[in-house]
């Protein structure tokens, strides 16, 4: 299924019924009075968590959702039947806004969110609760309250617990395979990832996590260069940034050009991005004349750890796991 981070639709709440304006009609009954029920109350529209989703693609077809509206009182005191609710299923993550004044209505995180954004009409009441001792035969009843009607925007921003970030071809995908059951695209050219890929790892202690593969980031992405900020939003999210590294790719003149071209980026974007918790593991330790260029990156990183695996092989993939077990029962 397509990735889709963004949808705007309109919803409206339920109409309430018109209450009725009714008089008893029985044989040998004069004068039985007023007898009209309310109207139902209109249908409300609900935002609730459904975490089988995992795009805002069905909402791209989905333009007008609209609850039922309530209908109208009949005699001998009936109430009209209240509308159905319209209930809208969105993935975890999703934030809600209004689309004309981008006022956030709520961010759906907890599995348990259930939130009425658009309450039914009321339903007017009918003439026999206009009876009184003065008017005994009110012809007059109330008309439903209209429902409300919204434009809203959604965005999704993924859940995870870790979140993979580098330059195109680092290796993220491939990390991705072998850390969980997730099957990305793969392939020898920039951008194979188009899509932010969630994967759940499980490790050999500790809690199952997700792992979200973040597509690569270019100088620029800050303002929108390449895949630009649609991407470095789901980063906001994740507890713990793998900077995955080319180690094929350093310059041994100048070995950190790639990892502090990505932190920038982070920076810019975001202050809180660039305070996160993160793991540098230079990727593609199989190829030739890589150790050279490992030990010139983590001279010039002192005093911070630095993995060192092969994604292709699967060589110290379990060590990141590990330590990401470890990193995330702490936090």
């Known amino acids: 299924m397509k990735f889709v981070d963004e949808a705007i639709i309109t919803i409206r709440s339920g109409d309430g019924g018109r209450g009725c304006t009714s008089f008893r009609r029985e044989r040998y009954i004069e004068r039985g009075g007023p007898d009209g029920g309310d109207g139902g109350d209109g249908g409300d529209v609900i935002l609730k968590i459904d975490e089988s989703k995992r795009t805002l693609f069905d909402y791209r ?10 209908e109208g009182g009949k005699g001998k005191q009936k109430h009209g039947k209240n509308g159905s609710h319209f209930t809208i299923l969105l993935p975890p993550g999703t934030i809600v806004s209004n ?37 005994r035969a009110p012809r007059h009843s109330q008309p439903g309250i209209p429902g409300i009607e919204l434009k809203l925007k959604l965005e999704l921003k993924l859940l995870a617990d870790v979140g993979l970030v580098g330059l195109p071809n680092a290796g993220k995908s491939t990390l991705i395979s ?3 059951a997730a099957r990305p695209k793969i392939a020898d ?14 490790p050999n202690f500790g809690e199952p996590f997700a792992v979200a593969d ?3 980031l270019i100088e620029g992405a800050h303002e929108g260069t390449g895949l630009g900020i649609s991407f470095l939003k789901h980063i906001e999210r994740t507890g713990i940034l793998v900077h995955l590294i080319d180690s094929f790719q350093i310059d041994p003149d100048f070995p950190l050009k790639a990892f502090n071209l990505i932190n920038n980026e982070l920076s810019k974007y975001s202050q809180t991005l660039a305070q996160k918790t993160q793991i540098v593991v230079l990727n593609k330790t199989d190829l030739p004349d890589t150790k050279e260029k490992i030990e010139a990156f983590k001279n010039a990183l002192k005093d911070i750890q630095v993995l060192t695996l092969s994604a292709i092989t699967g060589e110290g993939v379990k060590e990141l796991i590990n330590l990401l077990a470890t990193k995330l029962s702490k936090s």
């Open 189 to 202: 050219y920039p951008f194979t990832t188009l899509t932010p890929i969630l994967g759940m790892v499980e």
């Open 214 to 216: 973040i597509p690569g």
């Open 99 to 135: 689309a004309d004044t981008n006022e956030i209505i709520i961010d759906l995180t907890d599995t348990a969110d259930e939130y009425i954004v658009a309450q039914g009409g009321m339903g007017g009441r009918g003439n026999k609760r206009f009876a009184s001792s003065t008017n």
């Open 178 to 180: 072998h850390m969980s």
């Open 61 to 70: 077809r989905q333009k007008l959702l609209l609850a039922k509206n309530g």
